[in-house]
């Protein structure tokens, strides 16, 4: 069964009629204040360990890592044949390809994308980042996008075999609560997304390729307006 495939058996499973869904993670979520820890109940902070069988099933997964890798460096070896067979038309393009890089990796810190979340544990996307585990200590969530909003699934516990039959929804938030956005309006490449929330407060979550079913919903929809 491929990701999509698994997908739309975990949205028909639990009633959903999505019209995206992807699996996302978060990066590793700071320490808040012990205030607002102790406010919050002492939730979670962490996913939880890998499962045995996770550990075997990487092993497994080892050999076609391998293989990836080794056709990365087929395609850096032809990269290099084409810089000796024409080397002014590559060096333009490395040196196009590397300004872009740097304009990327420019924009994300000046914007703070580097971070989990905005950085305010007050706003609405520190006080669901706190929560993040609490519903489940799976690594990876589900996101689904339905004509009401964004809903969010996982196994209770951290799972890679048969995680269809174990998804369960955590967390459900209404259009009018939080929105998923491209922060760089389509401009480069990104498997980055934001959950960004009514009161401008945002968290953000990657997804397993910069071609996600996310990104592809994302892209048929007009951009936001400016203020």
């Not at 995206?20 to 990066?27: D, K, N, P, R």
């Not at 990796?105 to 006080?127: K, M, P, S």
């Not at 390729?209 to 892209?219: A, E, G, Q, R, V």
Request: hydrophobic letters at 40%; charged letters at 30%; proline letters at 6%.
């Amino acid at each position: 069964m491929t990701s999509r495939d698994e997908q739309r058996v975990i949205a028909d499973r639990l009633g959903i009629q999505a019209e995206a869904a992807e699996w996302c993670t978060v990066g590793k979520i700071p320490t808040p204040p012990a205030d607002v820890f102790q406010a919050a109940g002492s939730p979670r902070l962490r996913p939880g360990r890998m499962h045995p069988l996770e550990m075997v099933f990487e092993v497994l997964a080892a050999p076609f890592k391998l293989i990836f890798w080794l056709a990365e460096l087929v395609t850096e070896a032809r990269e290099a044949v084409l810089r000796t067979l024409d080397p002014g038309s590559e060096k333009e393009r490395l040196r196009g390809k590397k300004a872009e890089a740097q304009r990327h990796e420019a924009f994300i810190v000046e914007q703070g994308l580097d971070r989990v979340f905005d950085g305010n544990w007050q706003g609405a996307a520190g006080q669901f980042l706190l929560h993040w585990y609490t519903h489940s200590t799976d690594d990876q969530r589900l996101v689904l996008i339905t004509q009401d909003g964004i809903v969010l699934a996982a196994p209770p516990v951290r799972a890679v075999l048969s995680r269809e039959k174990h998804t369960e929804v955590v967390a459900r938030l209404a259009a009018e609560e939080a929105g998923l956005v491209d922060p760089f309006n389509w401009e480069f490449e990104t498997r980055m997304l934001l959950l960004r929330f009514r009161d401008g407060s945002w968290l953000r979550i990657d997804t397993e390729d910069t071609h996600s079913d996310l990104h592809k919903y994302l892209l048929r929809q007009p951009l936001p307006e400016d203020n």
